[in-house]
């Protein structure tokens, strides 16, 4: 079992910037990859970004993609989010997701392990 708990979330202008945390515990999380995914406000809930166990593999929804970050140290079992010129379309809950395997993976049913959300609110 591995528990996540997300943190960090909040209120931004566009064009802002925000860090999410995504502290794990439980299980080895160095054998986990993580992925990070959204829902905003009657929409399905959509993948953002996944890094595989060892940092060493990353890939990122194409809408994010340039702006946002993923990255995790295994020495505090924790995984972040770096998110950067932030637009209102970024407004959503935004989850952390692991998974008992060491590769990355857009799909949500692949991930195990869930953390609650954290809500992010970009204004225009």
């Known amino acids: 079992q591995v528990q996540l708990v997300e943190s960090g979330g909040g209120l931004v202008q566009a064009g802002g910037s925000l860090r999410l945390s995504c502290a794990a515990s439980?299980?080895?999380?160095?054998?986990?990859?993580m992925g990070w995914f959204r829902q905003a406000p009657g929409k399905q809930r959509e993948f953002v970004a996944t890094?595989?166990?060892?940092?060493?593999?990353?890939s990122y929804a194409a809408s994010v993609q340039g702006r946002f970050t993923v990255s995790r140290d295994n020495a505090k079992n924790t995984s972040y989010l770096q998110m950067r010129s932030l637009r209102p379309e970024d407004t959503a809950v935004y989850y952390c997701?692991?998974?008992?395997?060491?590769?990355?993976?857009?799909?949500?049913?692949?991930?195990?392990?869930w953390g609650q959300g954290t809500q992010i609110t970009i204004s225009s």
């Open positions: 997701a692991a998974r008992d395997a060491l590769s990355i993976s857009f799909i949500e049913g692949e991930y195990d392990y």
């Open positions: 439980g299980r080895i999380f160095s054998s986990c990859a």
């Open positions: 890094i595989n166990w060892s940092g060493t593999q990353i």
